[in-house]
């Protein structure tokens, strides 16, 4: 499934010159990279074609969206074939980008994170199953939905995004990362309420992995990022790696972070364990061979079977323990592609790998517009055609035995839901129903397999599944998609009953914003209709307690002692 991202790109900018000779190439381990010259032949003249293509691509968007500087590697047969660095770092003393050059990985450092918490477990000092109440017995988190919650969660939970937490912390997020640290950031996640039961529902969290990361350093002794360097930078000869903020703001090869509308991007944030890593595309070629290789790396580092449990998907969903799962089909063999993003702070990743076809690649830049996101897709898309066959649907429309909908199944299920980043449309059309969602581009039949089953057919004809859980008590109906990223929540629909319209409501309608790094970045209306209120469309589906709502996808909007937020982000009356 493909999402339709929002770009803030600059204007052209005539710095393709800069980007052609500012580059770097080598094989990982050969020492000093090459300035320039051309990418290296490959065994397989196909891969050879491949690569030239997509280092065209990268050149063009970097000069079309205003990117200062990009690194990758490719991976084929487990061994680095092509690292290479386009542009400069940026900021005032600028360099080119080398193979060496270190780039913030942002939430791709999810995926380190819960390497991290495995070697823990694989020492005795962790266990996933056990409640996070037992490692941090201070630690409590609001939960309208039970008492407690916190002694249900646990780290497999943090880890796979289903313990219910938030995004965002009231001390330290993306909005306001603040001076305050990591411990007060995480001692503040005590303050927020979970959207959902725990274990529930599927909802990326930063909170989540920032919790897992505080406890790892707790159980150890030692901080997040000493624990990195100790058991995995170093055992596998990461040198260029590191989540300790006093070493990589003193690393002179260092990409600075851009972002549109701002002079500056905060360089330090108290999000460490959930986007803290920084790392050069050497160590990010040799980290992905560690993934190839199941965790063994330069001997056997992680043991196999908690890199299985890892990459195991055991809760459902495509969200693993810090790693996304794509099943797709080449040919007659279905192949899982395994990847993390990450985008923040000035800063992109992609990172994918497939152990079965022993092919990783990694992309880091530092402007995060929508291009870059594309980076590798094709390459690695060929390399598996190339190794298995033309890409086909695992499933396809004739493959689904459909049923037709009953008039009632249609009504209950008609309406407006909302997810991560995306609205989707469900409307009545004819005899079925149709699915509208323009961030995941689709414009189609729903087809109805069960009165809880529903496909969509993605870009390539493959079908996606939806699971339907049906409202329970003041939580709405759910849709959990099979590429979990995309699950969405019940919003509004034309038979929804009037709402309670309450008269103090009143004060609590307008307009806001709320500030980003200091400057006004997102508009928030807050609107009544049909006896609700709504922000920026998203229903208060309950006031919990006076001037305190949940909405529709269970974020907390809170009014009381004359603050509001929303997602324990402030708002400011406009």
Known sequence: MTYKKMAHDKSRRTFLACAATGMAVGLVGMGEASKAGPV???????????????????????????????????????????????????????????????????????????????????????????????????????????????????????????????????????????????????????????????????????????????????????????WLRKKLFEPLGMRDSTADADVYTARKNRAVGHVEGYETVPLVTPLVASGGVYISARDMATYAAFHLDQGRGSGKLLDENLWKEMHGFGLGGDYGLGVIRNEVRYGDTPVRVLSHKGGGFGFGCVFIYCPEAQVAWAAMFNRPVSAPYRFGKKLVDGILAARFGAPRPRLAANDIGAIRPTPALKKAISGSYVGRNLVVTIRE?????????????????????????????????????????????????????????????????????????????????????????????????????????????????????????FTSDGEAVDFRDGKSNWRNVVLRRV
């Not at 630690?139 to 008492?147: I, M, P, T």
């Not at 909005?175 to 996640?189: C, L, T």
């Not at 004809?461 to 109906?477: E, F, H, K, M, N």
């Not at 200091?518 to 229903?539: C, M, Q, T, W």
């Open 429 to 549: 059309d004819g005899d079925g129903l149709r699915f509208k969602s323009e961030a995941i581009e689709t414009d189609a039949p729903l087809i109805v397999a069960a009165p809880d089953i529903y496909y969509t057919a993605d870009a390539s004809g493959d079908l996606v599944q939806w699971r339907l859980s049906p409202a329970a008590g003041s939580l709405p109906a759910h849709l959990e998609c099979s590429e979990g990223e995309a699950g969405v929540d019940y919003n509004e629909g034309p038979a929804d009953p009037k709402g309670p319209d309450s008269s103090h409501w009143t004060a609590y309608e307008g307009k806001y914003t709320a500030y980003q790094w200091g400057k006004p970045a997102l508009d928030v209306s807050i609107e009544r209709r049909n006896g609700y209120l709504f922000i920026n469309g998203v229903k208060l589906i309950v006031e919990h307690e006076k001037g305190l709502f």
């Open 40 to 226: 290296p032949r490959a065994a397989n003249p196909s891969l050879d074609s491949l690569a030239k293509a997509e280092r065209a691509a990268i050149v063009e968007a970097m000069t079309t969206h205003g990117i200062e500087g990009t690194s990758v590697c490719l991976l084929e047969n487990g061994k680095p074939v092509w690292v290479e660095g386009f542009g400069t770092t940026g900021g005032k003393e600028a360099r080119p980008v080398d193979q060496e050059t270190i780039f913030s990985i942002q939430s791709t450092s999810k995926n380190f994170t819960s390497v991290g918490v495995l070697l823990a477990v694989q020492e005795g000092l962790l266990d996933l199953d056990v409640p996070i109440s037992k490692y941090l017995p201070w630690f409590r988190v609001n939960s309208r939905f039970e008492a407690k919650a916190q002694d249900r969660i646990t780290l497999r939970l943090l880890l796979s995004h289903r313990a219910g937490f938030t995004h965002e912390a009231p001390v330290g997020n993306n909005y306001d990362p603040g001076a305050a640290g990591f411990a007060k950031h995480v001692h503040s996640i005590c303050d927020t309420w979970l959207r959902y039961p725990v274990g529930d529902r599927y909802r990326y969290s930063n909170l989540g992995y920032d919790l897992a990361g505080f406890i790892l350093q707790e159980r150890t002794g030692v901080s997040y990022a000493e």
